[in-house]
């Protein structure tokens, strides 16, 4: 392996960044798959729906795959400086011939359209959590099977789960 | 004319950004005639005629310029560098619009925000890229490979013509469409409005053509040479496509004048196509200059031969699910 030290300091990226992005990633990788093995094992001492501990975590772990998509992109990105194409064009030599007053103005206005845009999803996405979820219709026999296949559950699945449930304790 | 790569890539590309012309360009005419809708039920009928579509329309832009980013890297540096003022305002157009198809139907409160973003939005886009086309017909000062312009180069009484007439094409593409996928009240007005808008689109095509002779010596005096005159059969088709137009839509036909307006638009891109050839940066850098590689144009000639087929798969099939007109009780979302 080639260490950090044999390589020219004028060729380092941020090495902090990159060190500490890497680490973010892989560590909420390795909490994503501790709270997947938690959830099974609750599943299979059938205790899964009342870990009320388990869904706290749920809802604290909701960015993570988020932060640890963009952590990761800061490795790549942050990595591979000072190359655009690594080894072989440095990105001071990839610029494009826009003024930074252009290139300043059009993220501006990336900011401001995407603040408005996300800011109106995220509101939206965290109002229909909020909801608590419509019962489903109820099926009428003329217009086909009652419960065919699907990832929701239905009546005809729902209630003797519910029911076995009951008489089980 | 040899068909080696670059030529196919050319022609690819040409392909791309004319399928992207005639399948976005009813969609966004439905977005710039938006404000036409007298109702809430009006507009979010005319919503649906498109929203199940809108989207894969897009996939030929991307196409079109993940394509030219590829086969022809100058050009994509030198053109995306020199109209990028406009460029930028297309997409942050497209994501406004493209926006209030999923979040109009979400909200009540802010129902109307969303309605003006997609009526801007729209306009804005088919705007753009009128003024990019004349940008490109004008040609970009290059220097060295690179783009040697000043900022607003783009910005000239010519480039706002082109928008112009794009926008007004747009919009009666939009209401051609409109007129097909609906019923009622709705569908009567944009019936009637059809032959305005295609009188006016007519107008500002035959202004951007005049003007496109007199915009550059070389372009008038290739169209204006005896040795070129098999060229006119471009517009006297696209004459003949006009006056096919008014006639169909006076008889109140529904399909007839929008598959004339297409024609139109194809006759243009092919006018405009027999004005530039061989030149991909106008003036004076041609497609073989700024063509990639043969090893790259022939190893993203494989991605092609499997992707376009599958695209235009699943293109046909969804308009083949969506067929026929659109109930304005029952919306796709």
Request: net charge neutral; hydrophobic share 55%.
């Amino acid at each position: 392996v080639t260490g950090l030290d044999s390589i020219d300091r004028a060729d380092w990226p941020n090495v902090p960044l990159v060190f500490w992005s890497f680490r973010v990633m892989v560590g909420l990788g390795l909490l994503m798959i501790l709270y997947g093995l938690c959830a099974l094992v609750l599943m299979l001492r059938k205790r899964l729906f009342e870990a009320r501990w388990l869904q706290l975590w749920a809802v604290v772990m909701a960015p993570a795959g988020l932060i640890a998509l963009l952590a990761g992109w800061f490795v790549t990105e942050v990595g591979r400086q000072p190359y655009v194409v690594y080894g072989l064009m440095r990105t001071e030599d990839a610029v494009s011939p826009i003024g930074a007053p252009g290139v300043a103005g059009s993220l501006l206005a990336f900011v401001v359209v995407y603040l408005f845009v996300f800011g109106a999803g995220i509101f939206y996405m965290i109002r229909l959590a909020g909801r608590p979820t419509a019962a489903p219709p109820e099926p009428t026999l003329q217009e086909g099977p009652i419960r065919t296949a699907g990832i929701m559950p239905g009546p005809a699945q729902g209630r003797p789960a519910q029911r076995g449930g009951e008489a089980g304790r | 004319m040899t068909f080696d790569l670059p030529t196919i890539w050319a022609v690819l590309i040409c392909v791309a950004l004319l399928a992207y012309v005639v399948l976005d360009g009813f969609d966004l005419g439905v977005g710039i005639l938006f404000p036409l809708g007298k109702s809430r039920k009006e507009r979010d009928t005319m919503m649906n005629t498109v929203a199940p579509v809108w989207d894969g329309n897009e996939t030929w832009l991307v196409l079109g310029g993940g394509g030219l980013f590829a086969a022809f890297p100058l050009a994509y540096s030198v053109l995306l560098t020199a109209f990028y003022a406009p460029l930028i305002a297309m997409l942050l157009a497209l994501v406004l619009r493209g926006v209030a198809f999923e979040f109009r139907f979400r909200t009540e409160r802010w129902k109307p925000y969303w309605t003006v973003s997609f009526i801007f939005g729209s306009t804005l886009a088919a705007f753009s890229q009128g003024v990019m086309v004349g940008a490109f017909v004008q040609g970009v000062e290059t220097a060295d490979r690179a783009y040697a312009g000043g900022w607003f180069d783009w910005l000239t009484p010519f480039t706002l013509l082109t928008g112009l007439a794009l926008t007004a094409g747009y919009a009666l593409l939009g209401a051609c469409w409109i007129a097909i996928k609906t019923t009622g009240d709705l569908h009567a007005r944009f019936l009637r409005l059809r032959i305005p808008l295609g009188l006016l689109a007519v107008a500002l095509l035959f202004a951007v053509s005049l003007a496109t002779l007199f915009q550059d010596v070389a372009i008038g005096s290739r169209w204006l040479s005896i040795a070129n005159l098999v060229l006119w059969i471009i517009p006297a088709l696209t004459g003949a496509a006009g006056i096919g137009f008014l006639v169909t839509a006076a008889r109140r036909m529904e399909i007839a004048p929008f598959l004339c307006v297409l024609a139109m638009f194809a006759l243009g891109f092919a006018g405009l196509a027999a004005s530039l050839y061989p030149n991909l940066i106008p003036p004076g850098i041609s497609y073989q200059d700024a063509a990639n590689h043969d090893g790259s144009l022939m190893f993203m000639l494989w991605g092609a031969l499997v992707l376009i087929p599958v695209i235009l798969g699943y293109t046909a099939y969804s308009y083949w699910v969506f067929r026929g007109k659109v109930d304005p009780d029952h919306g796709y979302h």
